[in-house]
T-cell receptor, first 113, second 110 residues
Framework: DTAVSQTPKYLVTQMGNDKSIKCEQN?????MYWYKQDSKKFLKIMFS???????INETVPNRFSPKSPDKAHLNLHINSLELGDSAVYFC????????????FGPGTRLTVL | GDSVTQMEGPVTLSEEAFLTINCTYT??????LFWYVQYPGEGLQLLLK?????DKGSNKGFEATYRKETTSFHLEKGSVQVSDSAVYFC?????????FGKGTRLHILP
């Protein structure tokens, strides 16, 4: 069983479209995260949720909106996609916000044309 | 602000060579330090960690020692294998956030 899963694995879309990426974890963790990895492999946190509550919200455009329907799921919706949004988006989870280890999903490669 | 700096890649070595990937950090207080590894097409995995000064983290033949005096956490392995080819990320954790370095790509040639 995959611990942290994301769908889709690849997403190719046109500028201006709206898209969503879904994430699920079956580890029973309380905390989930979204990271963005750019073309140079630089990995930066975007959001973190603990028990469905937002606890980290980095400087991310308002076009990005996370949603956590329950503590096993954290989805990312992106409005009005731009070329600069092209990246690999990773979901991760941890037991709680203070845990040392985060478990990452396989990533979603988003390409905006 | 807090940050992590690691050596630029790619690093290319022959199998059984000695590996060092340098990492230094800037942070107030006493962060925990980590190395994560990303194999091709996969997400990151925790490789090793150290939570206080002079701690040595180790896993799969890799080691790193938390040196507060030099604010460093260099990754070492005595004899690398082709299967070690991956991107390695040094990271620190303070409060609820992990801050990653920019990653170092490692290529091991057979």
């Amino acid at each position: 069983d995959t611990a942290v899963s994301q769908t889709p694995k690849y997403l190719v879309t046109q500028m201006g479209n709206d898209k969503s990426i879904k994430c699920e974890q079956n580890l029973g963790h309380d905390t989930m995260y979204w990271y963005k990895q750019d073309s140079k492999k630089f990995l930066k946190i975007m959001f973190s949720y603990n028990n469905k509550e937002l606890i980290i919200n980095e400087t991310v455009p308002n076009r990005f909106s996370p949603k956590s329907p329950d503590k096993a799921h954290l989805n990312l919706h992106i409005n009005s996609l731009e070329l600069g949004d092209s990246a690999v988006y990773f979901c991760a989870s941890s037991q709680d916000p203070s845990s040392y280890e985060q478990f990452f999903g396989p990533g979603t490669r988003l390409t905006v044309l | 602000g807090d940050s992590v700096t690691q050596m630029e890649g790619p690093v290319t070595l022959s199998e059984e060579a000695f590996l060092t990937i340098n990492c230094t950090y800037t942070a107030t207080g006493y962060p925990s330090l980590f190395w994560y590894v990303q194999y091709p097409g996969e997400g990151l995995q925790l490789l090793l960690k150290a939570t206080k000064a002079d701690d040595k983290g180790s896993n799969k033949g890799f080691e790193a020692t938390y040196r507060k005096e030099t604010t460093s956490f260099h990754l070492e392995k005595g004899s690398v294998q082709v299967s070690d080819s991956a991107v390695y990320f040094c990271a620190l954790k303070k409060r609820d956030k992990i801050i990653f370095g920019k990653g170092t790509r490692l290529h091991i040639l057979p």
